[in-house]
């Protein structure tokens, strides 16, 4: 019995996934999306650590769904 609760388990957990990851990309073509986007890349701009530059910049759009 111990291994069914296991399986549901893992069967939650891969639901919830899924549902988390259609979420972000219906979200992120979505105007708001676009803007909390580009939001956070200011805020990253503007650390005095990281600097997003032209070509990190360019992958991180390739990675949009």
Known sequence: MSENKHKDS???FF????????????VSQTPLG??????ASTMIEDS???KLSDHVRKYYKTTLV
């Open 10 to 12: 893992r069967r939650k």
């Open 15 to 26: 639901v919830t996934a899924g549902v988390t990851a259609g979420a972000v990309a219906v």
């Open 34 to 39: 676009t803007a909390i986007a580009e939001q």
């Open 48 to 50: 005095k650590g990281y």
